[in-house]
Nanobody, 115 residues
């Protein structure tokens, strides 16, 4: 079993920055992918970015170079640096760990971009 807890969401003005964290606990042996998704009410959850166990990164088109995924394996923590935030980035952000064939989700952290 793996537990993941996301944190770092907040209210920020357009153009601002935030760093989200995702702390994993439990056995992550067999880890394949770690990723960030986001969801707004009434819409499907969408992929923001992922990083593979080998460090290969992939970003959604809407990121446009503004976000950066990183990880600290010693701390079992995944990060998402959000820069130049836009109002349309407002969403609940979820982290995901794929361990073997099982997806583990945290409860999400709310990012609100508003002046």
């Amino acid at each position: 079993q793996v537990q993941v807890v996301a944190s770092g969401g907040n209210l920020v003005q357009p153009g601002g920055s935030l760093r989200l964290s995702c702390q994993a606990s439990g056995s992550v042996a067999g880890l394949k992918l770690m990723g960030w998704y986001r969801q707004t009410p009434g819409k499907q959850r969408e992929l923001v970015t992922f990083i593979s166990s080998r460090g290969i990164k992939n970003y959604a088109t809407f990121v446009e170079g503004r976000f950066t995924i990183s990880r600290d394996d010693a701390k079992n923590t995944l990060y998402l640096q959000l820069n130049n935030l836009k109002p349309e980035d407002t969403a609940t952000y979820f982290c995901n760990y794929m361990v073997g064939d099982i997806n583990y989700w945290g409860e999400g952290t709310l990012v609100t971009v508003s002046s």
